[in-house]
């Protein structure tokens, strides 16, 4: 099963779901060239958060789309990448143009 990743200056990577969620955020973590101190995640096109990094022993298919496209998420206000409190959480749209989309942030 594969997704799409957008991030960046529109740019788009696909990537194979059928893998556990913490290899899968790490490999496009990679892919995308993010930095090595980044915690992402993944949100649909609605700004849905798919929450893949509290469950990362679990399959990324469990969670995904069949050929879905989800938008790279930069998360804010974390101490550690195992911190899931939401209270402090920020996502941030790694997509350019959207970083700064109230409407797309504010439905978190």
Same mark, same amino acid.
Do not use: W
């Given at each position: !099963?594969? *997704?799409?990743?957008? /991030?960046?200056?529109?740019?788009?990577?696909?990537?194979?779901?059928?893998? $556990?969620?913490?290899?899968?955020? +790490?490999?496009?973590? &990679?892919?995308?060239?993010?930095?090595?101190?980044d915690i *992402?995640?993944?949100?649909?096109?609605?700004g849905i *958060?798919?929450?893949? $990094? $509290? +469950?990362?022993?679990? /399959?990324?298919?469990?969670?995904?789309? &069949?050929? &879905?496209?989800?938008?790279?998420?930069?998360?804010?206000g974390l /101490? +550690?990448?195992?911190?899931?409190? $939401?209270?402090?959480?920020?996502?941030?749209? !790694?997509?350019?143009? !959207?970083?700064?989309?109230? &409407?797309?942030?504010?439905? /978190?």
């Open positions: !099963m594969f *997704v799409t990743v957008k /991030y960046g200056d529109d740019q788009s990577k696909i990537f194979n779901a059928n893998c $556990r969620n913490d290899i899968l955020l +790490h490999s496009i973590k &990679e892919k995308c060239k993010c930095n090595s101190n *992402v995640e993944l949100s649909d096109e609605d *958060v798919k929450d893949l $990094r $509290r +469950h990362p022993f679990e /399959y990324g298919v469990d969670f995904l789309k &069949e050929r &879905e496209t989800l938008i790279l998420l930069k998360i804010e /101490y +550690h990448e195992n911190d899931f409190d $939401r209270s402090r959480t920020i996502y941030r749209p !790694m997509l350019v143009g !959207m970083e700064n989309n109230t &409407e797309f942030v504010g439905k /978190y």
